[in-house]
């Protein structure tokens, strides 16, 4: 019942236009690299404090959704992800797009956003109240064999070489260990330098090892054009048959992307490369993944989508945001003093309507606002490199800063950026670098905090069902393909 | 006129100068630091004040959230700053408590302290399914020392059970939850058995069932929940709240530091600043100049008593 107000709400004037204004923001934030829908979110705090609650979530929630959804724009076309979470869209999306398919690439994006963010919709509807009270069993042990889980698909996404994938991952993992040691709440690896007592943003790596790098590999042949292949946008509207050859996929990928969102702190960018590698360790074809492949795409972009609704779940309902830019959210919401918990569905369903409502609409006007402008959006392709770089830099340059007003993090960003440059030509994968670095902070956390409520005994991973099953998982994960490599071989050495 | 008088005339146009612009103060916009994260209660109190101050200024001000390093990030970036009063810095013990942690190398006293605007109580909540639903068998229980508390080291939620161990001589067995948030979840899923919370984190998982407070440490009941028992009147005399406070860098001039002090001061008559504050449950406290610097240094030395005592310095 309250749903559907919620929607009728939305049909009025002042917030349809904060809907529309929000998505449309949200689009081309999310496009720009370096700005983050996070990062909007932040800046358009202090305007929510004046307006009425639901006027808050309403525009708030249309950006988170806006911005998840534009980073596959500059993804696909330029191979600079928009944002973090588009990162692995650029696997497959950037080839499709560059071997004269554009429009079949971006329109797979679009519609893939669409479809995950819709099948989060529905988690976020019906599983709320459920999820809630499921969440509070998991304890450390639980969270911690949960993000091992993740943590572990390092070895699988190595594309060659899985020795250099363990390294990217174990790099990433160093990277992140610099600053406040949560579990005892001195400094460690800072050697000395104070502004290293805040370690080194994650934000501002990922913008270095992902668009600064690439910014440096096509400076080498700035002059150089694309030439046109294809000025219609041919496939930008999938079929049934599509649909139906997707259908596993996508709806894989949006578990993947609702259950890596519920995850506190973990964020879109990881749900997209789980659910990536997952695709491609469970095809038939994994080859073809990273060639322009359409289930890459899918993977991709219906995960990082799926994430929303995912992350939205125990914010509203136990006030924890699932990812960073849902703690700003969470923050709006707290501001107008509305607790999260299990009685908000009973105190402020206006506002819970309001926001499950606007998720869902916001994804229906990203879908039409980014179809309609795909013959505008493609032509950036076509612009000379020369003068998109400069303005790559700039615009992360003011994202990073942004984020925490530090110079440190700018400096932050162009050391990744060279490091990632050099990562890249001795073909290191990223992937694994990005994994490490978010999850290996969780994973820390998590473990050492339950050491503590276990006085130092490793027994409750065995005891506690749930920790063992996720922790059987994980050992599965990592030991397959290695397995399927190392029977492979012998095969091999069978018909040599 | 020779040369000696034009020095003497540019320079007397100058200290003019100077003594206008120190009169114009506020010149330019004010950058409020709050080295917590959006959405924590250091963040929102000194949102309150951003619409008032602004009108009491006549200056923009911007809230800036520099977090990192347990407040010491945003707490050095206003030591820095230039000391002319457009920088200020909105953070409660924190800055305490990461200066006895020596995570960072200065304290208060690196700082002009400008005023503090309020005051939170908190409490003690356990979990609705425990044994114990009052305060002193509670304490009781939790003599064995086998109570998990949920704190995040080395922050003041930690500190807060520092202070009760040492009134009560009850030890508790620390478990690293994190803030506010995170630390209710593992309480509400009794992971842990106890935690400090502000009554505002506290009271929705208290009207949903799962949570009890067993008590406020503040000096009498609140008005918007009076059957809520303080810890006095359990027996145990112990105030315990958050105070928040505003600081800016040492060398800033007396007289901008009491503009602004002023300007918080009026602030508080606001009326939309004392709704809010009202409604998070937060009591106004104004303090400034002498009697705030005594207060500040009188918590520095306790905690850092309190920290050596307990070993949790490691420097």
Known sequence: MDLAQGFLHLLSPGPLGLLLLGTFLGIVVGALPGLTGGALLALSLPFTYRMTSVDGVILMTSMYVGGISGGLITATLMRIPGEPSAVVTTLDGFPMARGGRPGRALGLGISASLIGGAISWVALVTLSPAMARLALVFGPFENFALVLMALVLIATLSEGSVIKGLLAGLFGMLVSFPGIDETSGQQRLTFGFAEMAGGFSTLAVILGAFAISQVLADAMHAGQRFERLDPSLRGIFLGPRDYARQAFNIVRSAAIGVWIGILPGVGASISSIVSYSTAKNMSKTPEKFGTGFDDGIVAAETANNANTGGALIPMITLGIPGSPAASILLAALLMHNIQPGPTLFSNSPEVVSALMATHLAAHVAMYAMMIAGCLLIARLMYIPRAYVLPIVIVLCAIGALAENGRMFDLWTMLAFGVIGFGLELASVPLGPFVIGLILAPLAEGQLRAGLMASDGSLRPLLDRPVAFSFLVVSIAMFAWPLLRQWRRRRRGAVTT | ?315
């Open chain 2, 1 to 315: 006129m020779n040369r000696r008088q034009v020095i003497a005339a540019s320079l007397a146009a100058t200290t003019l100068a100077t003594a206008a612009r120190a009169q114009a103060y506020p010149d330019k916009p004010i950058r409020i630091v709050v080295p917590n994260p959006p959405g924590g209660s250091a963040d929102y109190v000194a949102r309150f004040f951003q619409v008032p101050l602004q009108r009491l200024l006549g200056q923009g001000v911007a809230i800036a959230n520099v977090v990192g390093g347990g407040t010491s990030i945003g707490n050095r970036q206003v030591r820095d700053a230039a000391p002319d009063g457009h920088t200020v810095l909105a953070v409660h013990q924190a800055l305490l408590t990461a200066a006895t942690l020596k995570v960072m190398d200065f304290g208060p006293e690196a700082f002009a302290q400008v005023a503090q605007v309020a005051t939170e109580y908190v409490a003690v909540v356990v979990n609705r399914k425990a044994p114990y639903q009052t305060l002193p068998s509670f304490l009781d229980a939790a003599r064995s020392g086998e109570l998990k508390a949920g704190v995040q080291i080395g922050a003041i939620n930690h500190f807060l059970f520092l202070s009760l161990g040492d009134k009560t001589g009850v030890k508790f067995r620390f478990v690293n939850t994190g803030g506010g948030g995170p630390t209710r979840t593992a309480l509400a899923g009794g992971h842990v058995d106890c935690a400090f919370l502000t009554v505002n984190e506290a009271k929705p998982l208290v009207d949903s069932g799962d949570l009890t407070i067993l008590a406020l440490f503040a000096p009498q009941r609140l008005a918007s929940w009076p059957n809520l028992a303080t810890a006095r009147e359990q027996g145990t005399d112990l105030l315990l709240n958050l105070n928040y406070w505003w600081w800016m860098p040492r060398a800033t001039p007396r007289d901008r530091v009491d503009r602004f002090a002023e300007a918080l001061r009026a602030g508080m008559d606001d009326a939309e600043v004392k709704n809010k504050l009202a409604e998070f449950n937060i009591v106004p406290a104004f303090l400034k100049g002498a009697e705030l610097e005594a207060e500040i240094s009188r918590q520095y030395e306790a905690m850092k008593q309190l920290a050596q005592r307990n070993n949790v310095t490691a420097g």
